[in-house]
């Protein structure tokens, strides 16, 4: 094929294979040190081979990718996934994310209600109302 080349540029590779949404970003986590190749710290330049063990952190999750195939425009996600072995851990499940409570800009202080809502929320022990009597 055509396409196929003995190395392409990481930050244009990651990219193509769809790890990365803009290839921009692709180049400015590697300048951020959040891509290693071979366990090394990488810049956008750096040229990657079939082989070579790509360690991504990016959005809270850390991909551990081994390229099997070499490609510079991206693709479809089918194709792209053939470029790639996926040797990541498993996202967490949906339950561990923390709840973050948001409150609007200007807003002030929460009220006593709103307070113990968001302990209660937040499942810190107290939160059932304090100073009331046991039921």
Do not use: F
């Amino acid at each position: 094929m055509a396409d196929e080349q003995v190395s392409a540029r990481v930050d244009s590779w990651i990219w193509s294979v769809r790890l990365i949404r803009t290839r921009s970003t692709a180049s400015d986590a590697c300048r951020g040190g959040h891509v290693r190749v071979n366990g090394v710290r990488v810049k956008p330049a750096h040229a990657v081979r079939v082989g070579d063990e790509i360690r991504l952190r990016h959005e809270g999750r850390e991909r551990i990718v081994v390229v099997s195939r070499i490609i510079t425009k991206r693709v479809g996600a089918p194709v792209a996934a053939e470029c790639y072995v996926d040797k990541s851990p498993p996202p967490p499940p949906r339950e561990e994310t923390v709840t973050v409570a948001v409150r609007a800009r200007g807003a002030g202080r929460p009220t006593k209600r709103e307070r113990r809502d968001l302990e209660r929320l937040l499942g810190r022990p107290g939160a059932e109302g304090r100073g009331r009597r046991p039921e």
